[in-house]
T-cell receptor
Framework: GNSVTQMEGPVTLSEEAFLTINCTYT??????LFWYVQYPGEGLQLLLK?????DKGSNKGFEATYRKETTSFHLEKGSVQVSDSAVYFC?????????????FGSGTRLQVQP | DTAVSQTPKYLVTQMGNDKSIKCEQN?????MYWYKQDSKKFLKIMFS???????INETVPNRFSPKSPDKAHLNLHINSLELGDSAVYFC????????????????FGPGTRLTVL
């Protein structure tokens, strides 16, 4: 079946540090890949997405590249801010089975200190 | 304008009670979902409806029953609540389950935090 594995958190960084949150997936075929963010006390927001191999999703300074050869979709940001503190979820959507529900990773909490 | 709304935002109740959570989307989407987020933040699909028809029904106790009166609404009714039902429940919607679509972005509601005492 489909699965998503994320690095465990929390990840604690100082402001302006470089961020990487690792995400790898298991799926047959060509799933679409997503990063969602959940700020404290709020719902999930789509951060970025990629629908095919070598696509790069980007938003708000965050980037992730769909790497089929390594089945990865790592999230990166060059300079984090305190306001980026949140839980980040990697997710996949597999089209082949007709099933449209997202499969989520376990989430990675990011804490950015001033 | 709220795209996907849920009521209530917080729900505190006693074991054994029956409760409902309501979800509405004003995006004109065909498909709606319920996800459960446990205390460790893990998110898992529970149900999905497409145009009022149930298309995903994960291994969820029979005490949970989704109801879709129209394609803009998907409510979740829970009978005989148990302590383990305490979680945050998220409703979501997406445009279509059209097989030809390259992807279907899902839009999430703010969540309902259910606490069973």
């Amino acid at each position: 079946g489909n699965s998503v594995t994320q690095m465990e958190g929390p990840v604690t960084l100082s402001e302006e540090a470089f961020l990487t949150i690792n995400c790898t997936y298991t799926a047959t075929g060509y799933p679409s890949l997503f990063w969602y963010v959940q700020y404290p006390g709020e719902g999930l927001q789509l951060l970025l997405k990629a629908t095919k191999a070598d696509d790069k999703g980007s938003n708000k300074g965050f980037e992730a590249t769909y790497r089929k050869e390594t089945t990865s979709f790592h999230l990166e940001k060059g300079s984090v801010q305190v306001s980026d503190s949140a839980v980040y979820f990697c997710a996949l959507l597999h089209m082949d089975t007709g099933r449209r529900a997202l499969t989520f990773g376990s989430g990675t909490r990011l804490q950015v200190q001033p | 304008d709220t795209a996907v709304s849920q009521t209530p935002k917080y729900l505190v109740t006693q074991m054994g009670n029956d409760k409902s959570i309501k979800c509405e989307q004003n995006l004109g989407h065909d498909t709606m979902y319920w996800y459960k987020q446990d205390s460790k933040k893990f998110l898992k699909i529970m149900f999905s409806y497409n145009n009022k028809e149930l298309i995903i029904n994960e291994t969820v106790p029979n005490r949970f029953s989704p109801k879709s009166p129209d394609k803009a609404h998907l409510n979740l009714h829970i009978n005989s609540l148990e302590l383990g039902d305490s979680a945050v429940y998220f409703c979501a919607s997406s445009p279509t389950t059209d097989y030809e679509a390259p992807y279907n972005e899902q839009f999430f509601g703010p969540g309902t935090r259910l606490t069973v005492l």
